[in-house]
């Protein structure tokens, strides 16, 4: 019985013949010509230094950008830099808002100015003390940029340089952070600094202490948008450490958010309106201290405090990580206050 039916001879006898063509010249002559694109196509592909494509550029409006990293912890892949940074492009060169964690880190920030105008970066702003907003500035210093900050900031910077630089040691690497060395303002204010460059006006304002003592914001008048820095966290929940004051972080808000920002580009997470800040970090600091409040009220130690519950922030980033310590930190605050 024959147990093939006619399809399948079809199907066979299909294959007999691709075998022989495969051997024949004009095949392989075709064969070779594929493998030699596909070389070249390797061989040309560019290279990315940036594996994972860790940043995102978002334009925000003309010659205002921002650059988006991951709400997540420093990471090799990142090179530290889990944080939102920006830039303003003038025409005599661009003001870039915070650093990144790392030189590398602020090689990749820079090959994302690089990739909107030919203008280097003349002046770097550093909005606070955390690793992400400064470690990088010894890279765009080598590359000719003035750097300005806070004196609060620059202090917290020398104060806990070493121990950012071993906390990157330890979650960056040795090869994500070759070349990190602590590089500090050439500039800094006190309350209040106006900067008119290549016909753009930025005012620096300093008004106390919030996720870092030294937290400064940005603020574009003409265009209405404010870089925060560390003082709003967008989509993930606000970090408050022991280099926090929540009390005075409540104000600092305030300050900001009188200006009436028409966008607000974050510390971390996308830009976004002014509600939107006030619903992630705002709402957040201010309930957290009335928990706190209400629990030390009712004779609540310090060993109970993870009993808060604090689920109705579940949906911003790094909750599980975050709020038990977030809680801990106002709890310890109020020590004091
Ligand atoms: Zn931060």
Same mark, same amino acid.
């Given at each position: 019985?024959?147990?093939?039916r006619g399809e399948d001879f079809?199907?066979a006898?299909?294959?007999c013949r691709?075998?022989?063509?495969?051997?024949s010249?004009?095949t392989?002559?075709f064969m #070779?010509?594929?493998?030699?694109l +596909?070389?070249a196509?390797?061989l040309?592909?560019?290279?990315? =230094?940036?594996? %994972?494509e860790s940043?995102?550029l978002?334009?925000?409006?003309?010659?205002v950008?921002a650059?988006?990293g991951g709400?997540?912890?420093?990471?090799?892949?990142n090179?530290?830099?889990n944080?939102t940074f920006?830039?303003?492009?003038?025409?005599?060169g661009?003001?870039l808002?915070?650093?990144g964690?790392s030189?590398?880190?602020a090689?990749h920030?820079d090959?994302?100015?690089?990739s909107?105008?030919g203008?280097?970066?003349?002046?770097?702003?550093?909005?606070?003390g955390q690793d992400?907003?400064?470690l990088?500035?010894?890279?765009?210093?080598s590359?000719?940029?003035?750097?300005?900050?806070?004196e609060e900031?620059v202090k917290?910077?020398?104060?806990?340089a070493s121990?950012?630089?071993s906390?990157?040691q330890?979650?960056?690497?040795?090869e994500?952070? #070759?070349g990190?060395?602590?590089? +500090?303002?050439d500039?800094?204010?006190?309350?209040?600094l106006? =900067?008119?460059i %290549?016909?753009?006006t930025?005012?620096l304002?300093?008004h106390?202490?919030?996720?870092?003592p030294g937290?400064s914001?940005?603020?574009l008048?003409?265009?209405?948008?404010?870089?925060s820095g560390d003082i709003?966290?967008?989509?993930r929940?606000?970090?408050?450490?022991e280099?926090?004051r929540?009390k005075?972080?409540?104000?600092?808000?305030?300050?900001?958010?009188a200006l009436h920002?028409?966008?607000v580009?974050p510390g971390?997470g996308?830009p976004?309106?002014l509600?939107?800040?006030s619903?992630?970090t705002r709402?957040y600091?201010s309930?957290?201290?009335?928990?706190?409040?209400d629990?030390?009220?009712?004779g609540?130690?310090?060993?109970?405090i993870r009993?808060?519950?604090?689920t109705?922030?579940r949906?911003?980033?790094?909750?599980?990580?975050?709020?038990?310590?977030?809680a801990l930190?106002?709890?310890n605050?109020m020590?004091w206050?």
């Amino acid at each position: 019985m024959n147990i093939y039916r006619g399809e399948d001879f079809g199907v066979a006898e299909s294959i007999c013949r691709a075998l022989r063509d495969f051997s024949s010249h004009e095949t392989m002559k075709f064969m #070779r010509y594929l493998i030699v694109l +596909f070389i070249a196509a390797l061989l040309l592909k560019p290279p990315s =230094l940036f594996a %994972g494509e860790s940043l995102a550029l978002q334009k925000v409006v003309p010659d205002v950008y921002a650059i988006i990293g991951g709400l997540d912890n420093r990471t090799a892949e990142n090179l530290g830099n889990n944080a939102t940074f920006g830039f303003v492009v003038t025409s005599s060169g661009v003001i870039l808002i915070d650093s990144g964690a790392s030189w590398k880190g602020a090689e990749h920030i820079d090959s994302l100015v690089r990739s909107v105008t030919g203008k280097p970066v003349t002046h770097v702003i550093n909005t606070g003390g955390q690793d992400h907003r400064w470690l990088g500035n010894g890279y765009f210093k080598s590359h000719g940029a003035k750097i300005i900050a806070h004196e609060e900031a620059v202090k917290d910077q020398k104060f806990r340089a070493s121990d950012q630089l071993s906390m990157l040691q330890n979650l960056v690497g040795a090869e994500g952070m #070759r070349g990190t060395e602590p590089v +500090f303002a050439d500039e800094v204010f006190s309350n209040e600094l106006r =900067l008119t460059i %290549g016909g753009k006006t930025l005012l620096l304002q300093h008004h106390g202490w919030a996720h870092t003592p030294g937290d400064s914001f940005v603020w574009l008048p003409s265009e209405k948008i404010v870089f925060s820095g560390d003082i709003v966290y967008m989509e993930r929940l606000p970090g408050v450490q022991e280099h926090s004051r929540s009390k005075s972080w409540l104000e600092v808000f305030d300050a900001l958010a009188a200006l009436h920002p028409r966008i607000v580009i974050p510390g971390h997470g996308h830009p976004a309106s002014l509600e939107k800040a006030s619903y992630d970090t705002r709402r957040y600091l201010s309930f957290i201290r009335k928990a706190v409040s209400d629990y030390r009220a009712s004779g609540g130690d310090a060993t109970g405090i993870r009993s808060i519950d604090q689920t109705m922030f579940r949906y911003l980033g790094n909750y599980d990580a975050l709020s038990g310590r977030n809680a801990l930190q106002v709890y310890n605050e109020m020590e004091w206050e």
